[in-house]
């Protein structure tokens, strides 16, 4: 086992029974929920109204999980047993930091378990991982039609200015690899 491979399984989410809420159980994800990982990711899509670009399979979120070279990690939030709730993130590096960073790219709680603290207890959870793992910040990105800005607002978290999101998908890679 190499060195990173080490250091992730040392790190793994630990489940925790949430004080926020009783019966709130947080666990990590295992390759036996990609379905479920799946679900979430379908989900929290229709609630952005971009299922149209879904794309991600059991297959491929398997391998960039749970693979050889993990790329991100997930965690669950089940109230009585129930998944309410999931939560994707990385890490990413800022140099003028000095220190890793925690990018969290999906939050998302079900509708029918919204406004039962589960979203606060999976962001304290990720406060908790970047604290424990000696992040120097941790980052998310916001819709800015989504209520949830006043949330993270209310909770610490601010807006970046003067800084843009870019993106490209693998379609443009070929093509600018050509210019």
Do not use: Q
């Not at 994707?88 to 406004?115: A, C, M, Q, W």
Request: glycine share 8%.
């Amino acid at each position: 086992m190499s060195e990173p491979e080490m250091k992730l399984t040392e790190d793994k989410i630990k489940p925790v029974e949430d004080e926020v809420k009783s019966g709130l159980r947080i666990r990590a994800a295992e390759i036996e929920d990609v379905s479920l990982i799946l679900e979430f990711v379908k989900g929290i899509a229709r609630f952005e109204n971009l299922s149209h670009l879904v794309t991600a399979t059991e297959e491929n979120l398997a391998e960039g999980i749970f693979g050889k070279r993990p790329y991100a990690e997930v965690f669950f939030a089940e109230l009585g047993g129930v998944p309410a709730g999931f939560t994707v993130f990385f890490h990413n590096f800022s140099t003028f930091v000095g220190k890793p960073g925690l990018y969290i790219e999906d939050i998302f709680v079900k509708p029918e378990f919204r406004g039962k603290g589960i979203g606060k207890a999976m962001f304290l959870h990720c406060v908790k991982l970047a604290k424990e793992r000696n992040c120097g910040r941790m980052e998310w990105a916001v819709l800015d039609w989504n209520s949830a800005r006043k949330f993270y607002e209310h909770l610490g978290g601010s807006p970046v200015n003067e800084w843009n999101i870019y993106r490209m998908n693998e379609e443009k890679f070929e093509n600018v690899l050509e210019k």
